[in-house]
């Protein structure tokens, strides 16, 4: 069982920043694609980001394009979200998931179905 572990949630203000962080114990981690979701309020969780297993290939959806970056370290078992310029539509529980699918070969995938193993999430309130 691989548990991960989101922080650095928090309340902003609507042009400001945040860093979040998942990270875990799992000798795997370096193996698996990573990806970021969230879920806000009455709506369905949504994918943000994902980044394949040695961290050369990156997705984003268009709604954090350009704003939001992805990274990996996995000698530190950590994958980074930044997120810039954030905006009030931004607000939610944002989670981190691993895809075990495909060790080392996976590509990184925008389906929540993909995703086997998911933290309890962190909390993003952007104020306007």
């Known amino acids: 069982q691989v548990q991960l572990v989101e922080s650095g949630g928090g309340l902003v203000q609507a042009g400001g920043s945040l860093r979040l962080s998942c990270t875990t114990s799992?000798?795997?981690?370096?193996?698996?694609?990573l990806g970021w979701f969230r879920q806000a309020p009455g709506k369905e969780r949504e994918f943000v980001a994902a980044i394949s297993a040695g961290g050369g290939h990156t997705l984003y959806a268009d709604s954090v394009r350009g704003r939001f970056t992805i990274s990996r370290d996995n000698a530190k078992r950590t994958s980074l979200l930044q997120m810039n310029s954030l905006q009030s539509e931004d607000t939610a529980a944002y989670y981190c998931?691993?895809?075990?699918?495909?060790?080392?070969?996976?590509?990184?995938?925008?389906?929540?179905?993909?995703?086997?193993?998911w933290g309890q999430g962190t909390q993003v309130t952007v104020s306007p």
């Open positions: 998931a691993a895809d075990s699918t495909a060790p080392f070969g996976g590509i990184p995938d925008h389906r929540l179905s993909r995703y086997h193993y």
């Open positions: 799992a000798r795997t981690f370096r193996s698996y694609v």
